[in-house]
């Protein structure tokens, strides 16, 4: 066997045979590290991955949370809306009230201008049906104002 490793050494082939198995080992132990270096970086870009998508399942759940939280707010919303329609609608219907109290203490009130006036009249100028033509016994009323 030694004589074959030297036959083939003592060629120049052979030479070059021992120098492209040698140049095949440094490239194959190269590789083997990059090898090892692209396997770890592997790994972290799938560690990176797991966390990036644990982050995205939780900002999921956090907007479903607002949205839940959105729809609850448009449910008030609605609801003070419909508050707010309502209390416009009775708004009116007191307006409607005032102003027909209002026309009610003003005729009221020239009712009252009336018969005021008519009391002071009857007052200044009193007429006894009792007596028409005589000098009424009856006492005089005092006005008091």
């Known amino acids: 066997m030694i004589e074959k490793i030297k036959n083939g050494l003592g060629k120049p082939a052979g030479w070059m045979y021992f120098i492209l198995v040698v ?3 440094i490239i194959v132990s190269n ?5 090892d270096n692209l396997q770890a970086d592997l790994d972290s870009a799938n560690t990176e991955i797991s966390t990036l ?3 995205l399942e939780a900002a999921a759940n956090e907007i479903a949370v607002r949205d839940d939280a ?3 707010m448009e449910a008030n919303s609605a609801e003070v809306n419909a508050k707010l329609n309502d209390s416009d609608s009775l708004r009116g219907e ?3 009230e005032v102003a027909d109290l209002q026309t009610r203490l003003s005729a009221s009130a020239s009712a009252l201008d009336a018969s005021s ?3 002071n009249d009857a007052i200044a100028n009193p007429v006894c ?5 005589l000098e009424c016994p009856l006492p005089e009323p005092t006005v008091t104002e």
């Open 23 to 25: 140049a095949l080992l």
């Open 31 to 35: 590789n083997g590290d990059k090898v």
């Open 53 to 55: 998508e644990t982050t």
């Open 70 to 72: 959105i729809t609850g």
């Open 129 to 133: 049906s009792a007596c028409p033509d």
């Open 117 to 119: 006036s008519a009391l």
């Open 94 to 96: 007191l307006e409607m």
